[in-house]
């Protein structure tokens, strides 16, 4: 059989557009190339890939083996020389050796020279009595050490033994810097003692002395002190200016009398003696660090370093120092702002660049650390002045007194506090008399809410002063975890009932043994907590008793539900924090650590370095078990509440508790959906099977659009009036007890099982005459509708079984018949495109039943005589 008739049956067979003999033969010749390509891998035939990597490999090791034999060829010729040049050897080398020593003699001659060139410029400069000039001299000299020192590190040794020079620089740099300090004592500046700011402090300078200030202050602060520090037995601090150690002296002399060694001002307790003591000397000093700022300093030179900021930021280094060494991170507080210099000897070369010089040493770190009251007030003080550093535009980017707070030892300890101190305040609100008392009855949110919300908020507040990242995590991570615990002690108080309550307090997965609380007294909380929230026993906004408390109490009948208010407050309670965390979700705070890959990871997937701590978390797997079982519920549930509850918007950091709180939002609002409806049902169950009602003798019901004049006489069916008030009763207490946003889904579950129940339990379980379709329907559009008029404008689309029913049930005879005869005509047919029963459905109305529905609701129709 030829090519061509395979290719007529293949084109009959599957009709593909295009030439197919085409198509196959180019399938065929790629195929073929590809096979080619494969024999000439495999064979390592010439021109391709491996055969010529085969072919270089060949080469290579050709090479190599000539290699291999010029060196063997060359070690055997060096071998017969090394007898002929040894003499050579032994003479040339000390001579080589002479020449290199020769060399780096001369180098050093000229270094000398040239050291002695500036040291004369320095000289000449402080006979003349030109600061500039003398300023400048001393400049170049430093420089140039550094320079020669940066090219050959070698040389370090013959530069510190160059002390008459360094001596002479030294000098001339101290003169300068007295000059300086007798123009402070002219302005009275520093202002160190509060006494005399008021008289003396700003009244001692006009704008000449002012001029001068900020002239010899920018000749000294252009001088770079690791330059100076290569040349100084004790390094200064590099990160503020040389004129500012002249500066912050007389402020570090007196701190360090009064907070430091056996003072009696010197506490661990009262960490606000020595902060608010900085914080004053900066208000004392700031109108003229601003006037110098402002009017000559940013006038002359606007790269120039702010006055004022460096001397909040050299204050700021005794807080960091004073704070590390009574937390116990240093052993000793460093001299920081010394400007009696003394030069650094080749015998003294090997001490390291920051020399800290014992002072007073303590125990005050134990006592701070391990005194939760202590280290608790320190934390507080430590933030109070963070903030009013902030107030005052210190800079974010600057040291800051919370950076100690950071350190792995005092964040451990911190971290743990906080956890546990705001654990047992959680506890506390909860067993707190006051704390279900209602206080906006528009949400129905008790107390605790707002007490819970407080300890969040003033936990936030703390973390976000740090400047660490990292750290900022951690306190979300210590937030989620209450949040979490919060939902726990809820679902544990329901389920245990309120008598088990306080008990069901101490089986917290949160909860701690009784020694490791240790101080962790009420003092304690008001420590931690002193600027956020009310008092735990004060009295709630209103006064007022609400109906909530008398929930299903009213409603069953000689039971005693113990769920009653509780259930409704919980649910309120963890709708309100569930829109907390939405709202937060969505602040650039917690934004931040969504976005970072880093700190997202370790809020889902557990920080390792919480639990070496000892920081117990929710538990993750357990926690993804019960989202993934309800995670499908869920999605229905938020589409029908996504308008009120903001589900649209990402949950962020707090997704994982958003999903637990909604999914255990869903099962108490279907449970207390459930309640309704068992208690309804029992109430309507004589109007469910009153079929006398319904079976009532009478003419003939008027036309669907003239219902009132023909069924003016009707009135509510006598045994619907229970069901009726019931109903009432349940709607109007909800409304004003659940949260408005659950209650719009209480509701419309409500109406929507009702529905189900009336059209399953009523209609499709009685027979109808005209007047009992009537009366059903004047039920109906009076009663039912009107109950839930209240909350939607159309409350019968909620029904839309029964009312499609209605209408079917109270059509005319006639209308009745020719429908019914259309239905079944369509669904007897074959082809139901031509006659579609779904047209003459919509035009009387009927939106939701199908065809065979509809047909058994007409059969359900009695005509009487």
Not at 275 to 304: G, H, K
Not at 571 to 593: I, R, S
Not at 749 to 763: K, V
Not at 857 to 865: A, H, Q
Request: aromatic share 10%; with cysteine.
């Amino acid at each position: 059989m030829s090519l061509d008739k395979y290719t007529k049956q293949l084109n009959e067979i599957v009709r593909p557009t295009g030439n197919v003999k085409k198509q196959l033969l180019t399938a065929i010749e790629n195929i073929t190339d590809k096979i080619n390509r494969l024999k000439e891998v495999i064979f390592l035939s010439e021109k391709r890939e491996l055969s010529g990597i085969c072919q270089d490999a060949k080469e290579l090791k050709l090479l190599m083996e000539k290699l291999f034999e010029g060196v063997s060829r060359n070690q055997i010729k060096m071998t017969h020389l090394l007898p002929e040049v040894g003499f050579f050897y032994e003479f040339a080398y000390p001579e080589v050796e002479a020449c290199k020593i020769s060399e780096k003699r001369l180098q050093m001659l000229e270094f000398s020279e040239h050291l002695s060139s500036l040291e004369s410029s320095v000289l000449a400069a402080r006979v003349m009595n030109d600061k500039t000039t003398l300023a400048n001299a001393l400049k170049q000299y430093f420089s140039f050490v550094d320079a020669q020192l940066s090219a050959n590190p070698e040389i370090r040794e013959y530069i510190l033994e160059c002390t008459e020079q360094h001596e002479t620089c030294l000098n001339s740099l101290t003169y300068l810097m007295l000059d300086f300090k007798s123009l402070l004592n002219k302005l009275n500046i520093p202002i160190v003692l509060m006494g005399i700011s008021d008289d003396e402090g700003c009244q001692t300078w006009c704008d000449d002395d002012l001029q001068i200030f900020c002239s010899d202050f920018h000749a000294l602060s252009s001088f770079n002190i690791s330059y100076l520090n290569i040349l100084l037995s004790k390094p200064l601090l590099a990160d503020v200016c040389l004129p500012m150690h002249i500066i912050l002296s007389p402020m570090e002399k007196r701190f360090r009398y009064h907070f430091c060694g056996t003072q009696k001002t010197n506490r661990v307790d009262m960490p606000e003696w020595y902060m608010s003591q900085v914080l004053q000397w900066i208000r004392a000093n700031d109108y003229f660090l601003t006037v110098v700022d402002r009017d000559f300093i940013s006038v002359t030179n606007e790269s120039a370093v702010s006055v004022r900021l460096e001397l909040m930021r050299g204050l700021v280094t005794l807080l960091l120092d004073k704070l590390n060494y009574d937390l116990g991170l240093s052993t000793s507080m460093p001299l920081r702002f010394n400007h009696k210099f003394s030069s650094n000897n080749y015998s003294d070369c090997n001490i390291p660049f920051e020399v800290c010089y014992p002072s007073f040493h303590s125990n005050s770190d134990d006592e701070l650390l391990n005194n939760a009251q202590h280290f608790s007030h320190l934390i507080d003080v430590v933030l109070q002045t963070d903030s009013k550093l902030s107030k005052m535009m210190y800079p974010s980017d600057y040291p800051r007194p919370s950076d100690v707070l950071s350190h792995p030892k005092v964040f451990s300890r911190w971290l743990l506090l906080e956890q546990h101190l705001a654990s047992d305040r959680l506890k506390i609100a909860l067993r707190s008399s006051s704390s279900w008392f209602v206080v906006d009855e528009s949400e129905g949110r008790p107390q605790c809410v707002d007490y819970f919300i407080a300890i969040l908020h003033a936990i936030s507040s703390r973390g976000r002063q740090l400047s660490d990242k990292v750290s900022q995590a951690r306190f979300v991570q210590v937030q989620l975890n209450l949040i979490h615990e919060f939902y726990f002690e809820c679902v544990v108080s329901l389920a245990r009932g309120q008598p088990e309550l306080d008990a069901s307090m101490n089986r917290s997965p949160y909860s701690k043994s009784k020694t490791e609380k240790g101080n962790e007294t009420s003092n304690v909380f008001r420590s931690l907590f002193s600027s956020h929230g009310r008092s735990l026993n004060s009295q709630p906004r209103t006064k007022k008793a609400s109906v909530i408390n008398q929930l299903f109490k009213c409603f069953v009948d000689g039971v005693e539900d113990p769920r009653s208010s509780r259930w409704i407050l919980t649910m309120n309670a963890m709708k309100c924090l569930h829109d907390v965390m939405l709202e937060w979700a969505n602040d650039q705070h917690y934004v931040t650590f969504w976005e970072d890959l880093s700190t997202r990871r370790l809020l889902q997937f557990g920080d390792p370095w919480l639990k070496d701590i000892g920081l117990n978390t929710y538990k993750t797997n357990i926690m993804a078990s019960e989202l993934k079982e309800h995670e499908s519920q869920n999605e229905a549930f938020n589409e029908s509440c996504s308008s009120d509850t903001y589900l649209g918007l990402h949950g962020g950091v707090f997704t994982q508790m958003l999903l637990l709180y909604s999914s255990q939002i869903k099962r108490m609002l279907e449970e207390t959906v459930k309640v309704v409806l068992k208690d309804l049902k029992e109430k309507s169950s004589l109007y469910i099977r009153s079929s006398d009602n319904w079976l009532c003798d009478t003419s003939e019901s008027g036309h669907l659009g003239n219902i009132k004049s023909e069924n003016a006489n009707l009135m509510m069916s006598t045994n619907a009036s229970v069901f009726f008030h019931a109903l009432h009763d349940w709607l109007y207490h909800l409304s004003i007890s659940v949260h408005w946003k659950l209650f719009s889904h209480v509701w419309k579950s409500i109406a929507s099982q009702l529905d189900d129940y009336f059209y399953n339990e009523l209609i499709l379980m009685n027979r109808f005459t005209s007047l009992g379709a009537a009366q059903l329907r004047f039920d109906l559009t009076n009663c039912l509708y009107s109950l839930f008029n209240l909350y939607t404008e159309r409350p019968e689309s909620f029904f839309s079984q029964t009312r499609d029913a209605c209408v079917l049930l109270n059509l005319l005879p006639g209308t009745a018949e020719l429908l019914k005869d259309t239905l079944n005509e369509s669904v007897s047919t074959v082809r139901k495109d031509d006659n579609n029963p779904l047209g003459s459905l919509l035009e009387l109305g009927v939106y939701r039943l199908t065809p065979e529905e509809a047909l058994r609701i007409l059969s359900l129709r009695v005509i009487v005589g």
